[in-house]
């Protein structure tokens, strides 16, 4: 059996013996099957069992609730969305241009109070999972990223958004909240929160069950049909199926270029002690990013450690998802090479987790939520890396829709949206991994040179739609 404390800092530290439950025993039937035990479904179950006690839900898991990304991530409970509000205003179906507006409008705001709702909710349910509001710093470590990051804050206020949602501050309004080698100033919101993602998906499925929710661990799905599921352990009959595979999606028969696993990878500190953090700050345990293409995040754990990650391994050929691809020798040097240019006195400390994990990424970088009352399968996914806040609400709008709810959230733009499939290998392979070099060519010289390099920002976007 797999070690799965080993697989992230999280599910190391989350209080569980992380035995799995038991397998699916045979040939069941259900009215709802959940396919896939992170967050994503988890919160579907959560909704569709709080409106409706009745309803015979079980969730299918291949290995244990958590053991994915959900159980792996920076713990960053954050108002981001992968689309951009320009993307989402285009997608809208409102025949007017202030309707299409609106409706973007209104994906960012219900991404703003899903930090909130997953704030209320896990008190109701009585998870502690370090939940910590102290929002999110994204730093200017160069002068190139301040035109960068400024239009951002431009850009947000322009759509009607306001200095309690996204403002500038600062370098010595920065330095009031973190000392920073070399910071120029941040783009700061409120609207993000820290926290232990391995207890919040365990909790959940906790929660989940003593609902009356069935967990079956181990229970790997080999294909789904209307109203059927296969396992190795026999077949479910369920009237509706919801698939929520995110990063393992490409692995199901039919959908290996719907979305592409991209692996993230993370480390974290021991414990650093009160002095040091007394210099450092982070004292409200905001997270923080920079503004660097090839994206890097962190936070202050609960237990004062720094939990940092970041993208930079490669793409593998085929969309092959593997648990060897977790480690990645380079990536996790340059994570620390990064920690320690940021924040000097991390050199010394010990770094006693390096984890990763796979992320999934839409053609067009943007998530969406599907329901077919024809099949009756549903799905939810492509969340880029801000899935831990956007789960919950893709589990609310699940649940309306399976259940017939015309709430506002089934008329949120990224509901029903298809993203064009991914081009077929080699140029997959070509195309992600040029884009990869491409944003740490840039990184480089724009640390030299202190400008934006406006080249490769504009011919990475078209491997990541204008991201
Ligand atoms: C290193 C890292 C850092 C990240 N940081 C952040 C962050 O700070 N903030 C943020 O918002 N997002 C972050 N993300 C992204 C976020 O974690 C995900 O978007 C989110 O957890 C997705 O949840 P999910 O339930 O859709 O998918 P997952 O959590 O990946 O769950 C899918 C589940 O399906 C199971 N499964 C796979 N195949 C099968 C099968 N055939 N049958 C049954 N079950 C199967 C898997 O074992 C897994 O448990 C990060 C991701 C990674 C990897």
């Known amino acids: 059996m797999k070690d799965y404390r080993s697989l992230s800092l999280w599910l190391d530290s989350c209080g569980d013996d992380l035995t799995p439950r038991e397998a699916l025993p045979g040939d069941v039937s259900a009215d709802v099957a959940i396919v896939g035990g992170g967050l994503t479904g988890l919160w579907a179950a959560h909704y569709l069992k709080s409106q409706a006690p ?24 954050s108002a981001l969305f992968p689309a951009s509000l320009e993307q989402l205003a285009a997608m809208s179906t409102s025949p007017s241009v202030a309707g299409k507006r609106a409706a973007a409008v209104a994906q960012y705001r219900a991404m703003i109070d899903t930090v909130t709702e997953v704030e209320l909710v896990v008190q109701r349910l009585g998870i502690d999972a370090d939940f ?4 999110t710093l994204s730093l200017a470590t160069n002068p190139a990223h301040i035109p960068r990051l400024r239009a951002e804050v431009d850009n947000m206020h322009a759509w009607g958004f306001g200095e309690e949602d996204l403002q500038w501050l600062e370098a010595s309004q920065v330095a009031q ?24 998906v365990r909790g959940l499925a906790r929660s989940i069950e003593s ?37 393992y999606t490409p692995q199901m028969s039919g959908q290996h270029r719907k979305l592409l696993p991209l692996y993230s990878l993370m480390i974290a500190t021991e414990p650093l002690s009160e002095e040091i953090w007394q210099q450092i700050g982070l004292t409200q345990r905001e997270t923080f990013t920079d503004g660097r293409h090839l994206l890097i995040y962190g936070q202050r754990t609960a237990d004062n450690r720094f939990a940092f990650g970041g993208r930079g391994a490669p793409y593998h050929f085929g969309s092959a998802v593997q648990d060897r691809f977790d480690h990645n020798a380079s990536v996790f040097s340059s994570l620390e090479r990064v920690l320690h240019e940021l924040f000097p006195l991390t050199i010394g400390a ?7 994990g796979p992320i999934a990424v839409p053609r067009d970088w943007t998530a969406s939520v599907q329901f077919n009352p024809e099949t009756s399968i549903g799905s939810a996914g492509g969340y880029v890396g801000d899935g831990l806040s956007t789960t919950n609400l893709a589990g609310r709008t699940l649940a309306d829709l399976v259940l017939g ?31 990869r070099g491409l944003a740490g060519w840039a990184d480089r010289s724009e640390r030299i040179h202190g400008v934006p390099a406006r080249f490769a920002q504009r011919a990475l976007g078209l ?5």
């Open 405 to 435: 709810v015309d709430s506002e959230l089934v008329h949120l733009p990224w509901v029903g949206h298809d993203s064009p499939r991914w081009e077929p290998e080699p140029f997959r392979w070509m195309g992600v991994n040029t884009g």
């Open 211 to 247: 609902a009356g929710v069935q967990v079956y661990e181990r229970s790997r799905v080999r294909s789904i049909k209307p109203q059927s599921v296969q396992t190795d352990h026999g077949n479910v009959s369920a009237g509706v199926v919801l698939q929520c595979l995110e990063g």
């Open 54 to 77: 009745d309803l015979r839900i079980l969730v299918l898991e291949a290995e244990i609730c958590g053991f994915g990304a959900s159980g792996r991530n920076g713990g960053w409970c």
């Open 177 to 200: 909240r973190v000392r920073v080698s070399g910071v120029e100033g941040a783009a700061f919101t409120p609207h993000c929160a820290a926290v232990h993602p391995a207890k919040l």
């Open 463 to 467: 491997f990541t739609g204008g991201h």
């Open 132 to 135: 910590a509001r102290g929002g």
């Open 350 to 356: 010990a770094v006693t987790h390096r984890w990763g």
